[in-house]
């Protein structure tokens, strides 16, 4: 195994309801001591049903929701520490990519100001960041003669491909894929798959993917995780754990069809 | 929407634009398309009836051109509209704003302070502020500018919670993009169409308080060119010369009417297209 590049330690995400009168009147654990490591240019597939805490903990190691308790430390980078240049360097080293294509792009926004915006953020100057999103977007497959079109005129897919040039236009590292394709048509879905193991394999980037589809899990990963409650119940590297899950809900995750935990084609 | 009511609509859009921007019209050339000196006065000529001797719309107890008066009321009208509803936007942006994005205690304070100011009786309000601080049109302006902002910030926090929950936003975070870009690119562009649509109908709260306050007498003071303050100078000649009341009982109608019109259909017309 290579090195590891991302170390989630404990990572707990607790929400209070705080009244008026009360203060923490009430508290919801949407995540609880989370911990795992991913090494580098690896897939770390996340498993669970809808509702178990895996968008939270996506959005808590990305630091845009940070943890209530526990550390998330990316390349050496702990965003934790609250320092300036920390922050700064972790959001170069990590980007996020949502499920919902048509919510990612802001509508006021044409989509080559959207790609650019990283680069904007960093200073580049002007001419070399056009330059820089034809190529963005030429890589992800979309003409870079459409940058100054509105996200509207994009089917999902499309919006999908823009939103990874977007993450990718900072040079990151990790990536951390939250149902990148579950709201997208199966054919397109498998499409965006291709391009994420392509753009994988030669940005050599390491991509936390996570998924209710347990055939696209088995697929991208070589390590699984499942999680259940907001906690990881089992995590092995991917043979390992397809052909013999040890927890008794991955069993019957991977049984036949009726214990699946939600349909394939749900409505979000 | 059907086909009929969508020309209805249109039709209705199109007619308060045009009264809407013929008023600015009005209300900025009325030195040079104005009859008459708004402030002379005629003694012998008062309450000389509509279209005659040259008064196209009569005159009052003054002699004065109620026509000129008229003009030039468009002017108070639209500057105290335009005023207070820039006072109550600039304050409800950075209330809301602020209640959206810092935490919860802090939203919950201003939020307090916003439902405050909106429980009080409007016009109340408006004469308690203008009483202290002296009667007159600038006063009133800020009075209807402060009173008519938790309109703005409440609207603007909730947007703002909304949106920054939007993926677009988390990934402009994610980014690294810095506070101030977030909001003047991903937060205020993406609420444009509600604040537009609160604009114009605030413009019609505003001008029925300026009426209501100059009417009572603390708001436009005499012999200021303003139409609720000729409408409470007609009330003591309604059955001599009814035309007194009658033109700004009108144009304040018509304005009001037109504004909150506008307001509604922009606010159908700009949802919709989202």
């Given at each position: 195994m290579t090195a590891e590049l991302v170390r989630v330690d404990n990572v707990s995400k607790v929400y209070y309801q705080a009244g008026l009168l009360r203060q923490r009147a009430r508290s919801m654990v949407?995540?609880?001591n989370v911990s795992f490591s991913i090494a580098a240019n690896t897939v770390l597939g996340l498993v669970g049903e809808s509702g178990c805490g895996k968008s939270t903990l996506a959005r808590a190691v990305a630091w845009l929701?940070?943890?209530?308790s526990g550390r998330v430390v990316v390349s050496g980078i702990d965003?934790?520490?609250?320092e300036r240049s920390q922050m700064a360097l972790f959001r170069r080293t990590v980007q996020i990519v949502f499920q919902d294509p048509y919510s990612s792009?802001?509508?006021?926004?044409?989509i080559g100001e959207s790609v650019a915006e990283g680069l904007r953020n960093q200073g580049v100057p002007r001419d070399r960041r056009r330059r820089e999103v034809a190529r963005l977007l030429d890589m992800v497959g979309i003409?870079?003669?459409?940058?100054?079109?509105?996200?509207?005129?994009?089917s999902g897919g499309q919006r999908q491909r823009i939103v990874i040039a977007r993450a990718l236009a900072v040079q990151p590292r990790f990536l951390i894929l939250?149902?990148?394709?579950?709201?997208?048509d199966v054919s397109i879905q498998a499409q965006i798959v291709n391009l994420l193991v392509d753009l994988k394999r030669e940005l050599s980037l390491t991509y936390l993917f996570i998924s209710h589809d347990l055939n696209l899990i088995a697929y991208l990963s070589d390590e699984i995780a499942v999680m259940r409650d907001g906690t990881i119940i089992e995590q092995a590297p991917a043979e390992q754990l397809i052909a013999a899950p040890v927890h008794q809900y991955t069993r019957a995750l991977f049984a036949d069809a009726p214990v699946l935990p939600e349909p394939r084609s749900r409505s979000s | 929407m059907t086909r009929r009511t969508e020309i209805f609509v249109r039709f209705f859009l199109v007619v308060s634009v045009v009264y809407l921007g013929a008023l600015v019209v009005v209300a900025i050339a009325a030195p040079h398309i104005?009859?008459?000196?708004?402030?002379?006065?005629n003694i012998p000529a008062r309450?000389?009836?509509?279209?005659t001797d040259g008064f196209l719309l009569g005159s009052d107890e003054f002699g004065r051109d109620v026509l000129s008066r008229l003009l030039f009321g468009a002017r108070s009208a639209l500057l105290v509209g335009g005023v207070a509803v820039a006072l109550a936007l600039g304050i409800g942006m950075v209330v809301g704003l602020t209640a959206g994005l810092a935490g919860k205690v802090v939203d919950s304070a201003l939020m307090l302070i916003m439902d405050a100011v909106l429980s009080f009786p409007t016009v109340l309000l408006a004469i308690t502020v203008v009483s202290v601080f002296g009667y007159g049109l600038p006063q009133v302006m800020t009075a209807i500018g402060v009173i008519f902002s938790p309109l703005f910030a409440r609207i603007i926090r909730t947007e703002t919670l909304t949106l920054k929950q939007e993926p677009f936003v988390l990934s402009a975070r994610a980014l690294g993009t810095p506070l101030w870009r977030i909001i003047t690119v991903h937060l205020v562009p993406n609420m444009l169409p509600k604040i537009v649509a609160q604009c114009t109908v605030t413009v019609a709260l505003a001008l029925v308080v300026e009426a209501s306050l100059s009417f009572l007498g603390v708001g436009a003071q005499p012999p200021t060119p303003s139409w609720g303050l000729m409408l409470r100078n007609a009330r003591n000649y309604l059955f001599d010369a009814p035309w007194l009341a009658l033109y700004p009982g009108l144009a304040i109608g018509l304005t009001v009417f037109c504004c909150n019109l506008l307001g509604d259909l922009l606010g159908e017309l700009l949802q919709r297209d989202q």
């Open positions: 949407a995540v609880r929701d940070p943890p209530t965003p934790g520490l609250r792009l802001n509508p006021r926004q044409c003409s870079p003669n459409r940058a100054s079109e509105r996200p509207h005129r994009f939250d149902e990148p394709v579950s709201s997208l | 104005a009859p008459a000196d708004p402030r002379m006065q309450f000389t009836p509509p279209g």
